[in-house]
């Protein structure tokens, strides 16, 4: 039974590149060639600015966080961390390999735990969850007219994200949760490394007034992510608002965050070719923007990326 599930688990991921490779061959792997060649680079130069830009605000939203937490690490090198946990982030289901950052961060701790590093990441992505079903939310309410879509389950989740991470931010409430686990599910070998670890993830929390500062950086992140994608449209020749962009990206993140793919392949070229088709935007144009969004955002960084790993050693 344990084999089994442990196979299941590890073919998981697949689904999501079979659903790729299945909407490319629906599509016509000519079609999105066809697309692809009558790009306007002018478009696409703009959206290598923007990278650049939103990779720089990336690296800042958590490394304000690091700043807070007495995490001493310069920026310079915060942006090289950053790079690397966005190229594991790539090659995992739901970017859970971007946890590589809190290893990184070890070092400039003062107790060379990992615990503050864990706690860095752990905001960072719950927030960075919570900015999307934010913006999911409020466009969805904006443009329910020409979008049906779920608002109230939209809004409680994003209630609920809220709610948690205000409770389980107090290091005493976590641990009338967690005990049960630590007792029960913990080696006893590795329970006083485990112990050490949750109370280093607590050291130097930032206080909750800050959050919102963080939020905020993780709104305007993902704002400038979406105007990446908004440019390759226009590139591809998609002259839609990009305030319907606002509205159904966020939902598509969201679609792609489903850990049944690697870098959300397949799960995310679904989703956006059912909600632009609603504005009667052809699959290959959307498929073609979704490839190029990768390329751009993804591969490109991860080759930078590459190159520091094997300079580094």
Same mark, same amino acid.
């Given at each position: ?10 073919? %998981?991921? $697949?689904?999501?590149? &079979? #659903? ?5 061959? !629906?599509?016509?792997?000519?079609? +999105? =060639? ?122 409680? %989740?994003? $209630?609920?994200?809220? &709610? #948690? ?5 107090? !290091?005493?409430?976590?641990?009338? +949760? =967690? ?128 190159? &520091? #790993?094997?300079?580094?050693?």
């Amino acid at each position: 039974m344990k084999n089994t599930t442990k196979n299941w688990k590890k073919f %998981l991921p $697949l689904i999501g590149i &079979l #659903l790729f490779f299945y909407i490319l061959i !629906k599509i016509n792997f000519v079609n +999105v =060639l066809e697309e692809i060649k009558k790009v306007n680079i002018y478009f696409l130069l703009i959206t290598l600015v923007f990278l650049i830009i939103m990779l720089v605000v990336q690296t800042f939203k958590w490394h304000i966080v690091a700043v807070f937490q007495d995490i001493k690490v310069p920026f310079k090198e915060s942006f090289k961390i950053n790079l690397i946990s966005n190229f594991y982030g790539l090659i995992t289901p739901s970017k859970l390999g971007s946890v590589i950052r809190a290893e990184y961060l070890k070092k400039y701790t003062k107790n060379k735990n990992i615990g503050k590093g864990l706690f860095n990441f752990t905001i960072d992505k719950v927030l960075d969850i919570t900015s999307v079903i934010f913006m999911a939310v409020l466009f969805s309410f904006v443009f329910k007219d020409e979008i049906n879509l779920p608002i109230g389950f939209f809004t409680g %989740l994003f $209630l609920a994200f809220v &709610l #948690l991470t205000l409770f389980f931010i107090k !290091k005493e409430r976590s641990k009338i +949760v =967690l005990r049960f686990f630590y007792r029960k599910f913990i080696n006893e070998k590795i329970k006083d490394k485990t112990k050490n670890t949750f109370n280093s993830f607590y050291e130097h929390i930032p206080k909750k007034r800050y959050f919102i500062l963080f939020f905020l950086l993780n709104l305007i992140s993902w704002l400038f992510i979406y105007l990446i994608y908004y440019f390759i449209g226009l590139s591809l020749g998609i002259k839609i608002s990009f305030l319907y962009y606002m509205a159904i990206l966020p939902l598509g993140t969201l679609v792609s965050m489903i850990p049944i793919s690697i870098g959300g392949l397949g799960t995310r070229e679904a989703a956006l070719i059912s909600l632009f088709g609603l504005f009667n935007v052809s699959s290959a144009k959307v498929f073609s923007m979704s490839v190029i969004d990768y390329f751009i955002v993804g591969v490109i960084p991860s080759i930078i990326t590459l190159f &520091l #790993l094997w300079r580094n050693g």
